[in-house]
Protein backbone atom coordinates (compact mmCIF):
# COMPACT_ATOMS: atom_id res chain seq x y z
CA UNK A 1 0.00 0.00 0.00
CA UNK A 2 1.34 3.41 -1.08
CA UNK A 3 1.96 6.13 1.49
CA UNK A 4 -1.32 8.62 1.38
CA UNK A 5 1.36 11.69 2.02
CA UNK A 6 3.60 10.10 -1.37
CA UNK A 7 0.04 10.26 -3.14
CA UNK A 8 -0.11 13.50 -2.66
CA UNK A 9 3.52 14.23 -3.52
CA UNK A 10 4.24 14.97 0.38
CA UNK A 11 6.69 12.77 2.01
CA UNK A 12 7.41 11.81 6.12
CA UNK A 13 10.23 14.05 6.53
CA UNK A 14 8.36 17.15 4.71
CA UNK A 15 5.56 16.35 7.31
CA UNK A 16 7.95 16.06 10.43
CA UNK A 17 9.22 19.20 8.83
CA UNK A 18 5.67 21.21 8.25
CA UNK A 19 4.19 20.11 11.88
CA UNK A 20 3.56 22.95 13.90
CA UNK A 21 2.50 20.59 17.26
CA UNK A 22 5.47 18.72 18.45
CA UNK A 23 5.34 15.24 20.41
CA UNK A 24 5.78 15.59 24.02
CA UNK A 25 9.36 14.31 23.74
CA UNK A 26 11.38 14.57 20.22
CA UNK A 27 14.90 14.03 18.47
CA UNK A 28 16.43 17.72 17.84
CA UNK A 29 16.42 18.04 14.22
CA UNK A 30 12.52 15.85 13.72
CA UNK A 31 9.67 18.89 13.72
CA UNK A 32 11.68 21.90 13.24
CA UNK A 33 8.63 24.27 12.33
CA UNK A 34 7.56 23.22 15.85
CA UNK A 35 10.81 23.30 17.83
CA UNK A 36 11.13 26.81 16.67
CA UNK A 37 7.63 27.79 17.05
CA UNK A 38 8.48 26.43 21.17
CA UNK A 39 11.49 28.35 21.24
CA UNK A 40 9.13 31.79 21.07
CA UNK A 41 6.94 30.37 23.14
CA UNK A 42 9.01 29.41 25.79
CA UNK A 43 11.71 32.63 25.08
CA UNK A 44 12.38 32.86 28.83
CA UNK A 45 15.32 30.84 30.12
CA UNK A 46 15.68 28.77 33.30
CA UNK A 47 18.45 31.11 34.09
CA UNK A 48 16.15 34.42 34.14
CA UNK A 49 13.37 32.11 35.56
CA UNK A 50 15.88 31.74 38.73
CA UNK A 51 16.31 35.65 38.59
CA UNK A 52 19.70 35.45 37.56
CA UNK A 53 21.09 33.47 40.47
CA UNK A 54 23.39 30.81 38.23
CA UNK A 55 24.18 28.56 41.73
CA UNK A 56 20.19 28.60 42.05
CA UNK A 57 19.24 27.42 38.37
CA UNK A 58 22.02 25.04 38.35
CA UNK A 59 21.13 22.89 41.54
CA UNK A 60 17.36 23.00 39.88
CA UNK A 61 18.85 21.26 36.43
CA UNK A 62 21.18 19.17 38.25
CA UNK A 63 18.03 18.44 40.70
CA UNK A 64 15.73 17.65 37.77
CA UNK A 65 18.85 14.95 36.11
CA UNK A 66 18.95 12.98 39.59
CA UNK A 67 15.30 12.76 39.41
CA UNK A 68 15.52 11.30 36.25
CA UNK A 69 18.55 8.99 37.26
CA UNK A 70 16.29 8.08 39.93
CA UNK A 71 13.15 7.38 38.02
CA UNK A 72 15.36 5.25 35.46
CA UNK A 73 16.26 3.21 38.52
CA UNK A 74 12.61 2.51 39.46
CA UNK A 75 11.40 1.74 36.48
CA UNK A 76 14.67 -0.48 35.85
CA UNK A 77 15.98 1.46 32.77
CA UNK A 78 19.29 1.64 32.57
CA UNK A 79 20.91 5.13 31.26
CA UNK A 80 24.38 4.93 33.07
CA UNK A 81 26.40 6.05 30.04
CA UNK A 82 23.66 8.23 28.16
CA UNK A 83 25.84 11.53 27.40
CA UNK A 84 22.96 14.11 25.64
CA UNK A 85 21.74 17.28 24.88
CA UNK A 86 18.51 18.23 26.17
CA UNK A 87 16.35 21.41 25.44
CA UNK A 88 13.33 21.30 27.95
CA UNK A 89 10.40 23.43 27.96
CA UNK A 90 8.44 24.22 31.28
CA UNK A 91 5.32 25.38 32.21
CA UNK A 92 4.48 28.36 34.79
CA UNK A 93 3.76 25.26 37.21
CA UNK A 94 6.79 23.87 36.47
CA UNK A 95 5.35 20.80 34.50
CA UNK A 96 7.26 19.46 32.25
CA UNK A 97 5.48 20.18 28.74
CA UNK A 98 7.61 19.12 25.94
CA UNK A 99 11.97 17.53 25.72
CA UNK A 100 13.81 18.08 22.47
CA UNK A 101 17.36 15.59 23.04
CA UNK A 102 20.26 14.44 21.07
CA UNK A 103 22.44 12.31 21.99
CA UNK A 104 26.15 13.14 21.72
CA UNK A 105 28.53 11.31 19.54
CA UNK A 106 30.74 9.68 22.88
CA UNK A 107 27.47 8.07 24.75
CA UNK A 108 26.66 5.01 24.83
CA UNK A 109 24.96 3.82 22.20
CA UNK A 110 20.87 3.13 23.14
CA UNK A 111 17.66 2.49 21.15
CA UNK A 112 16.66 6.02 20.85
CA UNK A 113 12.76 4.90 20.63
CA UNK A 114 13.06 3.14 24.48
CA UNK A 115 14.98 6.53 25.42
CA UNK A 116 12.08 8.93 24.16
CA UNK A 117 9.57 6.62 25.73
CA UNK A 118 11.71 6.87 29.05
CA UNK A 119 11.66 10.42 28.95
CA UNK A 120 7.77 10.92 27.94
CA UNK A 121 7.43 8.71 30.79
CA UNK A 122 9.69 10.81 32.89
CA UNK A 123 7.75 14.18 32.39
CA UNK A 124 4.42 12.31 33.25
CA UNK A 125 5.91 11.60 36.67
CA UNK A 126 7.51 14.55 37.80
CA UNK A 127 7.23 18.55 37.79
CA UNK A 128 9.95 20.80 37.98
CA UNK A 129 10.30 22.77 41.46
CA UNK A 130 10.01 26.11 40.31
CA UNK A 131 7.06 27.93 39.95
CA UNK A 132 7.27 31.29 37.89
CA UNK A 133 4.67 33.33 36.15
CA UNK A 134 6.04 32.87 32.19
CA UNK A 135 6.68 29.65 30.22
CA UNK A 136 10.75 28.62 30.33
CA UNK A 137 12.97 26.54 28.87
CA UNK A 138 16.51 25.52 28.94
CA UNK A 139 19.20 23.86 27.30
CA UNK A 140 21.91 21.83 28.41
CA UNK A 141 23.97 19.00 28.52
CA UNK A 142 23.37 15.65 30.82
CA UNK A 143 25.72 12.62 31.64
CA UNK A 144 24.50 9.78 33.62
CA UNK A 145 25.83 8.83 36.30
CA UNK A 146 24.73 12.40 37.74
CA UNK A 147 26.86 12.05 40.78
CA UNK A 148 29.92 14.11 41.33
CA UNK A 149 33.36 11.36 41.92
CA UNK A 150 34.94 12.07 44.80
CA UNK A 151 37.92 13.70 44.76
CA UNK A 152 41.62 12.40 46.12
CA UNK A 153 42.49 14.08 49.03
CA UNK A 154 45.65 12.59 49.56
CA UNK A 155 48.34 15.87 49.85
CA UNK A 156 50.80 13.70 47.92
CA UNK A 157 48.86 13.44 44.44
CA UNK A 158 48.42 17.09 43.31
CA UNK A 159 44.91 16.52 43.45
CA UNK A 160 42.26 19.34 45.53
CA UNK A 161 42.41 19.10 49.36
CA UNK A 162 39.46 20.54 51.15
CA UNK A 163 39.39 23.54 53.17
CA UNK A 164 38.52 22.63 56.79
CA UNK A 165 38.74 25.72 59.73
CA UNK A 166 42.08 24.40 60.71
CA UNK A 167 43.71 25.35 57.55
CA UNK A 168 44.83 28.12 55.42
CA UNK A 169 45.55 28.33 51.53
CA UNK A 170 49.17 29.71 50.76
CA UNK A 171 51.55 29.92 47.37
CA UNK A 172 52.72 26.87 47.78
CA UNK A 173 50.00 24.74 49.27
CA UNK A 174 47.78 24.24 52.41
CA UNK A 175 49.22 24.94 56.06
CA UNK A 176 47.85 24.55 59.19
CA UNK A 177 46.45 28.19 61.18
CA UNK A 178 48.63 27.03 63.90
Known amino acids: MQNPGLANGINDLELLENDTTPPKVFILGEHEKA ?4 NLNYS ?14 YQKWLSMLNEMEAYSTLIN ?17 GAV ?6 LKQ ?17 INHYK ?9 SH ?16 SGSGSIIPND ?6 NDGVRSKD
Open 165 to 170: ANQTST
Open 97 to 102: KHIAYH
Open 106 to 122: NSRNIDTAEFTAFLSSF
Open 35 to 38: YEQL
Open 77 to 93: YDIKGVKVWLNVFWNVD
Open 44 to 57: VMLLTACNGDMDYA
Open 128 to 136: FPLVTDKKY
Open 139 to 154: YGSASFPTHPRKLNTD
